[in-house]
């Protein structure tokens, strides 16, 4: 059985233009070009590609490298590679290259859709922290000396309201440092040496596991489902998955799947065992195996988990703008009262 030993190019070499690159890569393979023409033609047209990144990728094509060796020069992503070098072996190039440029597609929408989301409060909360630093440096401290030089004393609500305005910038700065504390932990863990670790620590996480899970299932039900409607058995493909270095997660998940089926249970049984696999992915199996198409089933569920996935995300982000502009609502209210309610205060002071 061949192994799948692909180290990771660099960044992306053609940017926004990586899905566009595969679709038009399976049409002309779909209008007879062969895959070194089609390559050759493609490669030339981009001019997002550099001279020297083109002049490699171009060296490597008439070399007759493989198409996952010069998608790694152009820097593809991970997972496209091991989803290429997976057809490259199941011969499903075309129809590969096809649902992996729609896939690119998708991310980069739902990726687009989620700065859109993000970035009017994101630039509203900076600005707001802004003003309370300029208001804390500038305005309350006038405020503070004409109360005293006009001996006024301040309401109990204006002091409320004025020390949280003095340590909101604190805070708001404390909780982006956790945040990124939490990011930089979870990308600690993603590293770990040891997937098994790696894959209960991560597990372990709530709003991460989801995700996760989901992730991990979609890469084995697509991959597995994909082997099994070209005719692999499913010893082979436990073992085409151990030996492949491209993602480890299928690699442990395929060790594990080895040790249950060897102690004599079914597939279904098998996958509904493993805590890194969507439970509902044994349904789909079992009901594969009841009417012989266990590979047709795993791809309509790959399918349905990278549409949940989406779906959470946008779900995700639809529950946090309410949220922060609730938040910055409350605020300017906040910072009204601390100038509006002074001003009161000291003009029936002098009536």
Known sequence: MKNLNIT??????????DAHFLIKL?????NGFTMQQALIFLTEQYEVIKAQDKAAALALINSGAALSAVLKSLGFSKSIIMQVSFAEIHGEIITNLEQSGEYLNTRRKTVQKLIKTL???LVLVSIFIIMLVLLNYTVIPQFNDLYSAMQADKTSLVNILTFILNYLPY?????LIIIMLISVTILLITRMKNTKRAAHMLLSIPLVRTYFKYYV???????????????????EIIMLL???????YLNMTARMLEEKLLAGISLSEAIEQQNVLDQRLAVFVSHGEYNSDVGKELIIYSEYSLENIIIKIEN????????????LGLLIVCLYLVIVLPIFNMMSNIQ
């Open 26 to 30: 399976a049409a002309l393979l779909k």
């Open 171 to 175: 805070t708001a700065l404390g909780v």
């Open 8 to 17: 990771i190019g660099p960044s992306n070499k053609l940017g926004k233009y």
């Open 242 to 248: 151990k030996t492949q270095t491209i993602n480890r």
């Open 316 to 327: 995700l982000t639809k529950k946090i703008q309410p949220v922060i502009f609730l938040i």
């Open 217 to 235: 299932t979609y890469r084995f039900s697509r991959e597995f489902g994909y082997f099994l409607n070209n005719g692999l058995e499913v010893k």
């Open 119 to 121: 970035q009017y409060p």
